[in-house]
């Protein structure tokens, strides 16, 4: 795969964009390598949940290859081809029916700002630093992280991050909801597949509901009723009963 690694260690399959030299900056290739890695861990059930890092202590993801977009000919029709593959992988992402965490050091720029944005938790390093830039660029996001951010954080909240064009440490991103927690560099990994491993102590269906239900979208109302349709349909399955047998037990003895 092109531009990436990918790994197992333990529940967690991790992906790092290996490609230092540009600051782990996107090209097509790798744009694709990474929705190639991340369908396959998508379709292994020994795979519980994925890390996406960056190789190297200088940047997570710098965005999109900017050479190899002001290259490409073909005019709005083609960047937009370019952009929409980009658009696939966030979307293979944000919809993962598999908690995926970000581990990010470093610059954290544009198009990464918005692998970060659709990653389900996000952590970093002291020396991280987040800007969705885009805006100081004359441009908007493209691959859809502008989107997400949106959905993730409200309106209230995304919109200062994404008109002022700002970079912002480690505790700015905390505070401004980038990022979920700081760890050491030394200990990023390490934590980032913790992470994986805690919540693979779960049933994997209702880890997937759990993630469904948090991206459901539409009203209050729709996301209720999406909400207990889920939990229905996970009602009575095997590890919901093993689960409550212990609780039945008790209750028996009463």
């Not at 795969?1 to 790092?16: F, Q, S, W």
């Not at 005019?75 to 937009?80: D, K, M, S």
Request: glycine fraction near 12%; include cysteine.
């Amino acid at each position: 795969m092109e531009g990436i690694r990918l790994e197992r260690r333990g529940p967690a399959a991790i992906i790092t964009v290996d490609r230092p030299g540009v600051r782990n900056a996107i090209d097509e290739s790798t744009a694709e390598a990474l929705a190639e890695a991340i369908r396959e861990c998508r379709q292994d059930p020994a795979v519980r949940g994925i890390v996406i890092t960056g190789a190297g202590d200088r940047a997570f993801i710098s965005g999109g290859d900017v050479k190899q977009y002001l290259g490409k000919g073909g005019g709005r029709a083609a960047i937009y081809a370019v952009m929409s593959r980009m658009r696939y992988v966030l979307e293979q992402i944000y919809f993962c029916p598999k908690p995926v965490v970000a581990a990010a050091r470093g610059a954290v720029r544009g198009g990464g700002a918005e692998v970060l944005a659709a990653c389900h938790w996000r952590l970093g390093t002291p020396d991280v630093s987040v800007g969705f830039v885009q805006v100081t660029l004359g441009i908007v996001p493209g691959w859809g992280g502008g989107s997400i951010l949106v959905r993730r954080l409200g309106e209230a909240r995304a919109l200062p991050v994404l008109l002022d064009g700002e970079v912002y440490n480690g505790e700015e991103a905390v505070e401004r909801g980038l990022l979920d927690e700081l760890v050491p560099g030394d200990e990023l990994l390490e934590r980032a597949v913790r992470q994986i491993e805690r919540w693979a102590r779960w049933d994997a269906a209702a880890v997937a509901g759990l993630l469904s239900i948090v991206r459901s979208s539409g009203s209050l109302e729709q996301a209720m009723d999406f909400e207990s349709k889920m939990c229905s349909s996970l009602w009575g399955r095997e590890a919901h009963l093993e689960a409550m047998r212990p609780f039945l037990s008790k209750r028996g003895k009463k």
